[in-house]
């Protein structure tokens, strides 16, 4: 079964950074493309960021392209979103999410979700 496990999220200031990683498990990593949603207190769950098997393409949520990167490691099995510039419209809960040879970011569309991680951006 397949396991995603977020780590990083926490506390920091408007314009800061923060980066999260996510590990999976009990599957073969690069059959996934992988991706973060992210949830807002009394707001829809929405896409972030999203990162093809390889590695080869990556897809972004309008809002944050410029300031946000995420990347993979196959040989670790593992996601990352770098956040730069946070702002407190980035408050949320951030999910890691495995599409299985997927290439499409809806939310219905992803295979396995993580739990969450809550990042606040607040002074």
């Known amino acids: 079964q397949v396991q995603l496990v977020e780590s990083g999220g926490g506390l920091v200031q408007p314009g800061g950074s923060l980066r999260l990683s996510c590990a999976l498990s009990?599957?073969?990593?690069?059959?996934?493309?992988m991706g973060w949603f992210r949830q807002a207190p009394g707001k829809e769950r929405e896409f972030v960021a999203g990162?093809?098997?390889?590695?080869?393409?990556?897809d972004y949520k309008e809002s944050t392209k410029g300031r946000f990167t995420i990347s993979r490691d196959n040989g670790k099995n593992t996601v990352s979103l770098q956040m730069n510039s946070l702002d407190p419209e980035d408050t949320a809960v951030y999910y890691c999410?495995?599409?299985?040879?997927?290439?499409?970011?809806?939310?219905?569309?992803?295979?396995?979700w993580g739990k969450g991680t809550l990042v606040t951006v607040s002074s």
């Open positions: 990162i093809n098997w390889n590695g080869g393409s990556t």
């Open positions: 999410v495995a599409n299985y040879y997927g290439s499409t970011w809806t939310d219905r569309d992803m295979d396995y």
């Open positions: 009990g599957g073969i990593f690069r059959r996934y493309a």
